[in-house]
């Protein structure tokens, strides 16, 4: 199975580079699985395709605002810090740029309240650094972080929590769950009163999500490890779901691959923390996942592999080309699609 058979045209100007004013009113293509039919409408409207006792899966992951602006202490050159893991309660490890400059020993300053110490080199340019603050780390980079956003976004977001979903509570990611950026406390409200369950898993979205897949036969696409975790009561409302013949609905690729990381080949989920780098694509039987609401992905990506397990490749383009031909907006802060 080669990359390119994954490959459409994108317009640029479809790449949207603002989030609507209104969360839920982004459009929302849904798609049949099965058939390959296709209905227009718009996120709001999500509830129609719901069933009472149908269970959706969010990924309640937070997004750090990880990125940070600086100066090298020696010579005030202008540094970038991109936090990825935390390794110790002051140690992270970050991308830097320019990542030359970033040497062992090296002191960048943020503010009177932040600074860093180069402490290590390690694989693919990033560093392992210490920072020193006062106060408390999370609200020290709140107060001077900004997101992380996709590189494909060059537009500045003025509000931070419009790219963090209004379910989020775990602090971890450097990009947003963004399919649950359609929902709002009104639609979930909604979703509980017809009847349908709600569950939450965490899969902190590692920047490999945005890694292009650099090989042509994609079975050597070495996929990147991203940390997830499901406590019991969540397992719980899962397997009930599945227990009564309702359907298990995934909000995002992210929600999919941490459940289909942890189930057994009935289909079964137990409470369970761990690394994944499961790699979905065509030929993958889903064990536990029915459905899938999602945005519009990036061609040759990963994820549009992934979609296309679900939803069979030959589907999944022509609905991709009808998006474009219908303009619908792209990626990050895009329109949705309801995979049934």
């Known amino acids: 199975m080669q990359t390119s058979d994954f490959y459409f045209e994108l317009p640029e100007q479809l790449i949207a580079q603002i989030p609507l004013q209104e969360r839920s009113s982004s459009r929302l293509m849904v798609l049949d699985k099965n058939s390959g039919e296709i209905r227009h409408d718009h996120f709001y409207n999500i509830i129609e395709y719901l069933e009472k006792g ?16 600086g100066n090298r202490e020696n010579t005030a050159g202008k540094v970038e810090f991109l936090l990825l893991t935390r390794i110790e309660e002051k140690v992270w490890e970050v991308l830097v740029k320019p990542g ?22 390690i694989e693919d340019g990033k560093r392992l650094v210490k920072f020193e603050y006062e106060g408390i780390f999370e609200q020290v980079l709140d107060k001077l972080g900004e997101m992380p956003l996709p590189p494909y976004i060059t537009e500045k977001l003025d509000d931070k929590e419009r790219y963090q979903t209004v379910y989020s509570k775990h602090t971890g990611s450097a990009a947003a769950p963004t399919a649950g950026l359609h929902f709002t406390k009104e639609l979930l409200n909604k979703v509980k009163s017809k009847g349908i369950d709600i569950a939450y898993v965490t899969l902190h979205v ?6 292009p897949v650099k090989v042509e036969n994609i079975f050597e696409h070495d996929m990147h490890a991203e940390f997830y975790m ?32 942890i189930a057994d080949e009935e289909g079964r989920i137990v409470a369970k923390s761990g690394w994944t780098n499961i790699f979905i ?11 899938l609401i999602t ?36 990626f990050s802060f895009g329109d949705a699609m309801f995979i049934r």
């Open 54 to 69: 149908d269970c959706l899966v969010l990924n309640d992951t937070r997004v750090m605002p990880a990125r940070l602006f």
């Open 100 to 121: 030359k400059k970033a040497r062992i020993g090296e002191k960048i300053i943020f503010a009177d309240i932040l600074s860093a110490t180069v402490i290590d080199l």
């Open 206 to 211: 590692g920047l490999g999500t945005f890694r």
């Open 230 to 261: 499901i406590d019991d009561e969540n397992a719980r409302i899962i397997n009930k779901c599945k227990d009564n013949g309702g359907k298990v609905i995934c909000v995002g690729t992210t929600s999919c691959r941490t459940i289909e990381s």
């Open 281 to 291: 694509y065509p030929t993958y039987k889903f064990k536990c996942v029915d459905n």
């Open 295 to 330: 945005n519009f992905h990036l061609p040759e990506s990963t994820l549009i592999m992934l979609v296309s397990a679900l939803a069979g490749k030959h589907n999944v383009l022509e609905a991709y080309d009808i998006a474009v031909n219908e303009q619908y907006r792209f």
